[in-house]
């Protein structure tokens, strides 16, 4: 399972590493004017803890992922007010891992709003870590035009973002260290983009196996 764990940390190095930038007034931990920079040490810590949770989920193997046909049936007819236009889904493996996603796509008449929805079963994998490595780091982060935040969403570890001028956003969750649930919005209010997931039924993700 070491390329497992390889795979992870690859894809994990550019998210935190870009995350803090690199410079030197950021490897002393300065913040800046909004107190949310992430030093380099802090970066390099984060990517140890992901690395070894990502060994720890490797020791009992892969667990094999769901048909994405079941993430497909999760997915709403309608997201935000807005229509369902397209449905897909898919099943992908490497290393000895596979990953599970379902997508569905919603939108007005003139696109001026739309929602995407993807549902991604990790199969408790490594892999899980690079998808979403918003789950072992804490971000908390505020501007003029909007914020992006580590929360929680009911049980589950979730992660924001949103921008008041576009009002574009996104909403993730994790669920059970294996599926993860996201919508992503455009031209809608972030309490909308929220609603869509209690339309997917987390709770029934959750039960899947």
């Known amino acids: 399972m070491k390329l497992v764990k390889s795979v992870s940390i690859c894809l994990l190095a550019t998210t935190l590493l870009t995350s803090c930038g690199g410079n030197k007034e950021e490897e002393k931990a300065e913040s800046s004017d909004d107190g949310t920079s992430i030093s380099a040490s802090e970066s390099v810590d984060a990517l140890k803890k992901m690395a070894d949770q990502a060994e720890e989920m490797s020791k009992n193997g ?69 998808l979403a490595a918003w789950s072992i780091i804490e971000v908390d982060k505020e501007t003029e035009n909007g914020y992006e935040k580590t929360t929680k969403y009911g049980d589950y570890k979730a992660y924001e973002k949103y921008d008041n001028a576009s009002k574009d956003g996104e909403i993730a969750v994790l669920i059970n260290n294996r599926f993860i649930v996201t919508a992503k919005g455009n031209g809608i209010e972030m309490s909308q983009l929220k609603s869509t997931l209690e339309e997917v039924d987390l709770d029934k993700v959750a039960a899947l196996k």
């Open 62 to 130: 892969p667990v094999e992922t769901v048909d994405f046909r079941k993430l497909k049936d999760l997915l709403p007819a309608d997201a935000a007010g807005l229509a369902r236009k397209e449905a897909s889904g898919e099943k992908n493996g490497m290393a000895g891992f596979n990953i599970s996603t379902a997508q569905g796509e919603y939108r007005n008449d003139d696109g001026s709003q739309s929602v995407e929805i993807n549902i991604v079963d990790a199969g408790g994998t490594g892999a899980l870590m690079g």
